[in-house]
C-alpha cells in the first residue's frame, strides 16, 4: 500500500486519487485557463493531456483561452448557447454575470434543454454566441445540425465549431453512421448559411504559451482549428 493510502485509510479511492494527482502533479511549469491552477504538467491520457484538477482537454482549454482573449464573453446580457457542454469550460459559464446560459444535451441528465443538435426548441435568432464543440461529428443529421445552428444564431452573433476535422481529407467521410470531417467542412458550414473563418488559433500562439496551456496540436492528421461561424452580412 502506498503511503497516501496508508495515510487516508479508509477514505474514498477518488480521494486517494486526487490526493496522489497533487503531489503527482506539482509544479508551475503548465497552466490550466480553465481552472486557472498551475501544475509540473498534465496528465498524459491516450495521447490527450487532460488537467490534473478539472480534467479538461486541449480543446477545451484552447476553446477557453480563444474566447477570453478575444474578450467575446464580456459583453453583459449575451444569450450563450452550449450544446453538449464540457464540465471544465461549463463551470466558467456558469459563473459569468449577466448572461442567459442554456446548455443542451442529448444524453446528459443535467443540461437545462433535452434535444439533439439538428432539432434545437428555441426561436429564430435565440442566441449571441454559440459553442458546439466535438458534437456534429456525431449528429445524425449534420447538414441540418449546421442549419439549426446558423437558425438560432442572432444576426449578430458568433458561432465557435470544433471538431475533428482530418487534414488529410479532402472530403468528409461516412461509414456506417461514423463521420470523419476532410477539409471540406468549412464549404459545408459556408452552404448551411454562414460565414466561415477558420481559426488555427493553437498554431498562431507564440510557442511557449501554447506549450504552456497544454494546447498544441496532438493528434498526427487530426486538426483542432476554431470555426468562427456567422450570419452573412
Ligand atoms: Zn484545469
Known amino acids: 500500500m502506498r503511503l497516501t493510502e496508508r495515510l487516508l485509510g479508509g477514505v474514498s ?3 486517494v486519487e486526487r490526493v496522489r494527482d497533487r503531489v503527482r502533479f506539482a509544479g508551475s511549469d503548465v497552466r490550466c485557463p480553465c481552472c486557472e491552477g498551475r501544475f509540473g504538467r498534465f496528465k498524459r491520457v491516450d495521447g490527450e493531456l487532460e488537467c490534473p484538477r478539472c480534467g479538461s482537454l486541449k480543446r477545451q482549454r484552447l476553446l477557453w483561452l480563444f474566447l477570453t482573449a478575444e474578450r ?4 453583459r446580457g449575451l444569450r450563450i448557447l452550449h450544446l ?3 464540465p471544465a469550460v461549463e463551470r466558467r459559464l456558469r459563473m459569468l454575470e449577466g448572461a442567459e446560459y442554456v446548455t443542451v444535451g442529448i444524453a446528459n441528465p443535467l443540461a437545462d434543454v433535452r434535444a439533439e443538435v439538428d432539432s434545437l426548441p428555441f426561436e429564430d435568432g435565440s442566441f449571441d454566441r454559440i459553442l458546439c464543440s466535438y458534437v456534429l461529428e456525431g449528429a445524425p443529421d449534420d447538414t441540418r ?3 439549426e445552428l446558423r437558425r438560432v444564431l442572432s444576426p449578430d452573433g458568433l458561432a465557435v ?3 475533428p476535422v482530418n487534414a488529410e481529407l479532402e472530403r468528409t467521410v461516412e461509414v456506417g453512421g461514423l463521420r470523419a470531417y476532410g477539409l471540406d467542412l468549412e464549404d459545408r458550414l459556408r ?3 454562414f460565414r466561415v473563418r ?7 500562439m507564440d510557442e511557449v504559451a501554447a506549450e504552456r496551456h497544454g494546447v498544441l496540436s496532438p493528434y498526427g492528421p487530426l486538426r483542432n482549428d476554431l470555426y468562427l461561424c456567422q450570419a452573412p452580412r
Open 198 to 204: 477558420v481559426v488555427p488559433y493553437a498554431d498562431e
Open 145 to 147: 445540425a449546421m442549419a
Open 84 to 86: 453538449a457542454p464540457e
Open 191 to 193: 452552404d448551411s448559411g
Open 161 to 163: 465549431i470544433q471538431a
Open 72 to 75: 467575446l464573453l464580456a459583453a
Open 13 to 15: 479511492g477518488s480521494l
